[in-house]
């Protein structure tokens, strides 16, 4: 069974950075396609950032040049470095690995950015 624990989130100030993990179990984490999502208070849930198993990366528009999806796959673990964040990045934010025909989450983590 695959498990996703996110952690990381918390209260910023605008223009603060944050560094999320999602750590991986009961997978070949390696083989994996990782992605982050994120869901605002009333917005449907939007992909920010995937890596795949060879590490290309794609991003949202919305935070290009600001956030940067890694991983080790030594540890399990993907990483979302969030820099210069802004008010609109409040959101929980989930790590997901999608498999044929079915897709796995973890419990998400709250990031607020606010003065």
């Known amino acids: 069974q695959v498990q996703l624990v996110e952690s990381g989130g918390g209260l910023v100030q605008p223009g603060g950075s944050l560094r999320l993990s999602c750590a991986a179990s009961?997978?070949?984490?390696?083989?994996?396609?990782m992605r982050w999502y994120r869901q605002a208070p009333g917005k449907q849930r939007e992909l920010v950032a995937i890596?795949?198993?060879?590490?290309?990366?794609n991003y949202a528009d919305s935070v290009k040049g600001r956030f940067t999806i890694s991983r080790d796959n030594a540890k399990n673990t993907v990483y979302l470095q969030m820099n210069s964040l802004k008010p609109d990045d409040t959101a929980v934010y989930y790590c997901?690995?999608?498999?044929?025909?079915?897709?796995?989450w973890g419990q998400g983590t709250q990031v607020t950015v606010s003065s």
């Open positions: 997901n690995t999608p498999r044929p025909g079915t897709e796995y």
């Open positions: 009961g997978t070949i984490f390696s083989f994996n396609v």
């Open positions: 890596i795949t198993p060879e590490n290309i990366t």
